[in-house]
């Protein structure tokens, strides 16, 4: 039995988390509707602006004709094997930093200076080097990869040296501190990488494809801003969000079944 | 035969500021089934001494050696209980209670048995499926020492079991272990900063002291009571208060150095 005074307090609570979910969708509602009677009224240049009423009839002839869909699903994947790639990239080099404190005192500088460097700067290397399909995901990679080896590996150090004692008294190898401490203690560290990864590698896909491509999201934009169609730019960049807003659901799925199973508080 | 020796042994702790002589010719003996305890001021090295004598360290000088041969490295045969429980947060109790077994490769069906046999004697059987942060700090001593005991060692190595402990449980405790490692045989070294455990439990207690630390006095704990007496009974002996006093006088020469 809760206490009356508890249940006050619970009742509060959830009227505030619903205010607050109901103004959420009032400002998108308010922006839509002002964007909408702006264009309507010639405050704005509907040429240059477009306005929400025109996209829902321009979303739906890119959508019925197929070729969004099959642009956003090109985009997504683009970007889904991007972050696979990087994740198991950076942090096969995070291991091999941990395993060989010569190769990070080494390489750290390199680092260093890998990450501070524009990657888009590369995205012509990467399109001679890989052809206009596979340079997207050079791109991609290459704006994530280094973000992943220096947050996962600032992960490793936060573990307490004293667990690897307790390994190293049982005479465990570095494989099993790997196996047994290193990683499954790290699976927080893992999650907010791949948090950040999903932004990270959707900007690559997206440059990657400004660059080079033939096809998805950003093929979309480019293409759309040339034959100057406001209208095909904008529902692109709807489809984007759109996107992000899948991928960080993914992603949140699989933070919650991973706290589950490895026990993790908060 | 002594099952633990160490001869000269020194060590020293170098790092890029400055080097720390942490040991200096310690000279030990050690027999098979016996307890020691080992006393002394914070900072002396009894905790360096418990790693050389698992073998995760190398003396800089000298030699230790288990059952006659040198330590090169660690051996199932010790069994070493850390200062901290470090339970891992992401397995279960009953697969904390494991990591040693997986580690060196034992049999996982026995050794689970045996892991939980001991959690319920300890009582805390109940608890084999919750994670460790559910545990008090008592219970996740108590599991800590069960981890070492799963992986069948002879020698056991306690580093403070108790020290996170509130003062009746640790009374309690510190009786079980104790008939434990004897109804089981097993060698058992104790470091505590407790007097009164390390006289009650111990066959033998060692002062170290201050840094670079050598075992300064070794005290036999004999009582005219007769031998073989529980903790409990210990306390309760006549010379008790006598050993008392000698180890407690002589840490304070250490602390407080008499110029
Ligand atoms: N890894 C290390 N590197 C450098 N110096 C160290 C290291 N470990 C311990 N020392 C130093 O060696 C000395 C002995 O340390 P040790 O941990 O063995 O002491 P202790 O007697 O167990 O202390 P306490 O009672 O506080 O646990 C200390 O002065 C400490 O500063
Ligand atoms: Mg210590």
């Known amino acids: 039995m809760s206490s009356p005074l508890y249940d006050d307090y619970l009742r509060i609570q959830k009227r505030r988390l619903r205010i607050v979910s109901l103004t959420r969708l009032s400002v998108l509602i308010l922006f839509l509707a002002l964007w909408e009677l702006a264009a309507e009224w010639r405050w704005i240049d509907p040429m240059l602006t477009s306005k929400p009423s025109q996209l829902w009839t321009s979303f739906r002839e890119l959508a019925f004709e197929g070729s969004l869909f099959k642009h956003t699903w090109i985009s997504g994947l683009e970007t889904l094997v991007g972050i696979v790639i990087s994740m198991l990239l950076g942090t096969a080099i995070a291991v091999l930093f941990w395993w060989s404190t010569f190769a990070s005192k080494v390489l750290e500088p390199y680092i260093v200076v890998l990450n501070a460097l524009p990657k888009v700067a590369l995205g012509p290397i990467f399109y001679i080097w890989l052809g206009d399909r596979y340079s997207i995901y050079g791109m991609a990679v290459a704006i994530s990869v280094i973000v992943t080896i220096i947050m996962v590996e600032s992960g490793f150090r936060e573990i307490s040296k004293t667990k690897l004692k307790l390994m190293g008294s049982f005479g465990a190898t570095r494989f099993q501190m790997l196996r047994m401490v290193l990683l499954p203690a790290s699976v927080p560290h893992f999650i907010a990488t791949l948090k950040v990864n999903v932004g990270l590698t959707l900007v690559g896909v997206v440059m990657g494809e400004f660059l080079s491509s033939k096809a998805g999201l950003g093929y979309l934009i480019i293409y759309g801003g040339q034959v100057f169609q406001m209208n095909l730019v904008m529902v692109s960049i709807m489809m984007l969000a759109l996107l992000s807003v899948i991928l960080y659901g993914i992603v949140n799925l699989l933070a919650r079944y991973a706290r589950k199973k490895y026990n993790h508080e908060s | ?259």
């Not at chain 2, 996170?164 to 510190?174: E, F, G, M, N």
């Not at chain 2, 060692?206 to 005219?224: D, Q, Y």
């Open chain 2, 1 to 259: 035969m002594a099952q633990i020796e160490l001869k000269d042994v020194g060590l020293s702790y170098f790092t890029l500021k400055q080097e720390t002589e942490a040991l200096r010719d310690i000279n030990l003996s050690i027999k098979h089934g016996e307890f020691i305890s080992i006393v002394g001021p914070s900072g002396c090295g009894k905790s360096t001494l418990l790693s050389l004598v698992s073998g995760m360290l190398k003396p800089t000088k000298g030699k230790v050696l288990i059952d006659g041969q040198e330590v090169s490295g660690t051996s199932p045969k010790v069994g070493y209980m850390l200062q901290h429980d470090h339970l891992f947060e992401w397995r279960d109790v009953l697969n904390n209670l494991l990591v040693g077994a997986e580690i060196r490769r034992m049999d996982r069906g026995k050794a689970k048995q045996k892991a939980l046999e001991l959690l319920e004697r300890y009582g805390l059987g109940e608890f084999a499926r919750h994670g460790p942060s559910q545990l008090s700090g008592g219970m996740r001593q108590r599991v800590a020492l069960i981890r070492t005991l799963v992986a069948e060692p002879d020698i056991l190595l306690l580093d403070e079991p108790f020290s996170a402990l509130d003062y009746q449980t640790r009374l309690t405790l510190s009786e079980e272990v104790f008939h434990i490692i004897k109804d089981q045989g097993k060698t058992a070294v104790l470091v505590t900063h407790d007097l009164s455990e390390a006289i009650s439990m111990a066959d033998r207690v060692m002062v170290m002291s201050k840094r670079p630390s050598t075992i300064s006095t070794v005290h036999t704990i004999l009582f005219e009571e007769g031998d073989n007496l529980s903790p409990w009974k210990k306390r309760e002996a006549g010379r008790y208060n006598h050993f008392f006093n000698a180890i407690w006088k002589e840490l304070e020469e250490h602390v407080i150095p008499t110029v």
